[in-house]
């Protein structure tokens, strides 16, 4: 589960993209209708190389959510389809949420999952 600790409110149900594959795939081919959960990318440390992201077969927008390494929102954004995202500020966990979620998340929120 995603908990906003600033709000103090659940979000959503969480998956997390573990394997290289995993991590390589994405939302890739996914259809939006399904896409009902928050999908985590642990980058193994911050950098803002290291956790950006591509829309390339991704066919809906998606809200992005970047975080350092305490779990701190340093940026978020709607990601378009065919397009390349990084931070503005370095990070280490990527999070992928269906975009009906970018009021509930703001820069500065700390985050639990």
Same mark, same amino acid.
């Given at each position: $589960? %995603? &908990? !906003?600790? #600033? =709000? !103090? =409110?659940?979000?959503?149900? #969480?998956?997390?993209?573990?394997?290289?594959?995993? =991590?390589? @795939?994405? %939302? $890739?081919?996914?259809?939006? @209708?399904?896409?009902?959960?928050?999908?985590? &990318?642990?980058?193994?440390?911050?950098?803002? *190389?290291?956790?950006?992201i591509? $829309?390339?077969?991704?066919?809906?927008?998606?809200?992005?959510?970047?975080?350092?390494? !305490? @779990?701190?929102?340093?940026?978020? =954004?709607?990601?378009?389809?065919?397009?390349? *995202?990084?931070? @503005?500020?370095?990070?280490?966990?990527?999070?992928? %949420?269906?975009?009906? *979620?970018? !009021?509930r998340?703001?820069?500065?929120?700390? %985050?639990?999952?």
């Amino acid at each position: $589960m %995603l &908990f !906003n600790e #600033t =709000k !103090n =409110k659940s979000i959503i149900q #969480t998956r997390h993209a573990r394997t290289a594959f995993q =991590k390589a @795939k994405g %939302l $890739m081919f996914a259809c939006k @209708k399904d896409f009902d959960y928050c999908l985590i &990318f642990d980058m193994g440390y911050e950098s803002k *190389y290291r956790s950006s992201i591509h $829309m390339m077969f991704v066919f809906f927008p998606i809200f992005l959510v970047f975080l350092d390494s !305490n @779990k701190k929102v340093v940026d978020s =954004k709607i990601a378009k389809p065919w397009r390349f *995202y990084s931070p @503005k500020a370095p990070a280490r966990y990527v999070l992928e %949420l269906p975009e009906k *979620y970018e !009021n509930r998340i703001k820069e500065g929120d700390k %985050l639990i999952f």
